[in-house]
């Protein structure tokens, strides 16, 4: 069953700890994306990458960090440089447009939800 | 960078009637401009998008249309049905290789 998986889909973390959300897909997708969703801000961009070994900033990158040592798989962490890390985040991937057959369409994780208490 | 702006935040109708959703983007680069609904508790997913060598596009009862020269596109719903009630995310791509930049949504509410 071909797909995109973020985990864990709850996560409770103290201040001042860094935690790493996962996504793993399996679509043989180039590019992977990670979204943060607060109510009424719509969907933020963290940080995407086009391509292995290869990622960058979005408009909220600060407090964050990535790697994508993997096609499959790119990890975020949510360091404790993030003052206000508690929402819903999406990790998301696509066939770039550039790609023969790509259409742009991101295709979503069902999110994690980040608690700091 | 890209910034999409979004209109209305909430939307209620009557089942039946007619619902419009409207984005402005402020790069003139871009072009790609696809629309996602996000049904309660569940991930986002595209309903319908359209590309800037293109006016209009239709897909049953939705539609999207977009005016390249001021710069933004609308989503129309017609015969509007409850599991019609979403939050609807319009968003844009500046050029191929980037990432898609989205609106804030639309909570659309559809009474029956």
């Known amino acids: 069953d071909g797909g995109i998986t973020q985990s864990p889909k709850y996560l409770f973390r103290k201040e001042g700890q860094n935690v790493t959300l996962s996504c793993e897909q399996n679509l043989n997708h180039d590019a992977m994306y990670w979204y943060r969703q607060d109510p009424g801000q719509g969907l933020r961009l963290i940080y995407y990458?086009?391509?292995?070994?290869?990622?960058q900033k979005g408009d909220i990158a600060e407090g964050y960090s990535v790697s994508r040592e993997k096609k499959e798989s790119f990890p975020l962490t949510v360091t404790s440089a993030q003052k206000n890390p508690t929402a819903f985040y999406l990790c998301a991937s696509s066939i770039p447009q550039f790609r023969l057959r790509g259409t742009g369409e991101l295709f979503f994780g069902e999110g994690s939800r980040l608690t700091v208490l | 960078g890209e910034n999409v702006e979004q209109h209305p935040s909430t939307l209620s109708v009557q089942e039946g009637d007619s619902a419009v959703i409207k984005c402005t983007y402020s790069d003139s680069a871009s072009n790609y401009f696809p629309w996602y609904k996000q049904e309660l508790g569940k991930r986002p997913q595209l309903i319908i998008d359209?590309?800037?060598?293109?006016g209009e596009k239709k897909d049953q009862r939705i539609a999207v249309t977009l005016n390249k020269t001021a710069k933004h596109f609308s989503l129309h719903i017609t015969e509007t049905q409850p599991e019609d009630s979403a939050v609807y995310f319009c968003?844009?791509?500046?050029?191929?290789?980037?990432?898609?930049?989205f609106g804030k949504g639309t909570t659309l509410s559809v009474s029956s």
């Open positions: 968003a844009a791509r500046q050029q191929a290789g980037t990432a898609l930049i």
């Open positions: 990458s086009q391509i292995v070994n290869d990622f």
């Open positions: 359209i590309r800037s060598n293109v």
